[in-house]
T-cell receptor, first 114, second 112 residues
Framework: DVKVTQSSRYLVKRTGEKVFLECVQD?????MFWYRQDPGLGLRLIYF???????EKGDIPEGYSVSREKKERFSLILESASTSQTSMYLC?????????????FGDGTRLSIL | QKEVEQDPGPLSVPEGAIVSLNCTYS??????FMWYRQYSRKGPELLMY????GNKEDGRFTAQVDKSSKYISLFIRDSQPSDSATYLC????????????FGTGTKLQVIP
């Protein structure tokens, strides 16, 4: 079974702090993704990575950056946290094959910015 | 207008009922269709993954795709209280990496 592990289930930070969310997958997947999930808005793509050291902006990249130094690890960084970034953050990964393989998700990090 | 529309519910059914969950979409390029189940305070878990039109069955779950109507369904037979969760539909075009578009989810409650 695919295992996507997010380092924290719950996190509370203060406005202006630099926040790091970590994600690790154990299936040697090339592609990794960060989403945020908000009631009524569904899942919105923040950033994704095709492979190591590669990154692409998603639909809502403002205020975020990412890092992918190793294939199994994808980090989301909130440069200067704001209350509008309070949300559920979901990491996903997938195998890059000839067909569009489905994404597999971690259990999420519920982030509160005070 | 959203590319993918999904009724948010909540949908309440008695245990043992047949449940029908649906999504409509507007992008005719979508070729791959997925259903995810998300329990409270957990991440989405892949339930069904289908390509193009037709039916796919897995135990009590059946996924149905009607591309001519741009309509997909997930049927749950003999529903159980453990099926209570939010169900997300998702879809993507074919060819290389393509962005996945998710519905906002339908909350299902199965009452014992």
């Amino acid at each position: 079974d695919v295992k996507v592990t997010q380092s924290s289930r719950y996190l509370v930070k203060r406005t202006g702090e630099k926040v790091f969310l970590e994600c690790v997958q154990d299936m040697d997947h090339e592609n990794m993704f960060w989403y945020r999930q908000d009631p009524g808005l569904g899942l919105r793509l923040i950033y994704f990575s095709y492979d190591v050291k590669m990154k692409e902006k998603g639909d809502i990249p403002e205020g975020y950056s990412v890092s992918r130094e190793k294939k199994e690890r994808f980090s989301l960084i909130l440069e200067s946290a704001s209350t509008s970034q309070t949300s559920m953050y979901l990491c996903a990964s997938r195998f890059r094959g000839p067909s569009n393989q489905p994404q597999h998700f971690g259990d999420g990090t519920r982030l509160s910015i005070l | 207008q959203k590319e993918v529309e999904q009724d948010p519910g909540p949908l309440s059914v008695p245990e043992g009922a047949i449940v029908s969950l649906n999504c409509t979409y507007s992008n005719s390029a979508f070729q791959y269709f997925m259903w995810y189940r998300q329990y409270s305070r957990k991440g989405p878990e892949l339930l069904m993954y289908t390509y193009s039109s037709g039916n796919k069955e897995d135990g009590r779950f059946t996924a149905q795709v009607d591309k001519s109507s741009k309509y997909i369904s997930l049927f749950i037979r003999d529903s159980q209280p453990s099926d209570s969760a939010t169900y997300l539909c998702a879809m993507t075009p074919s060819g290389g990496y393509q962005k996945v578009t998710f519905g906002t989810g339908t909350k299902l409650q199965v009452i014992p």
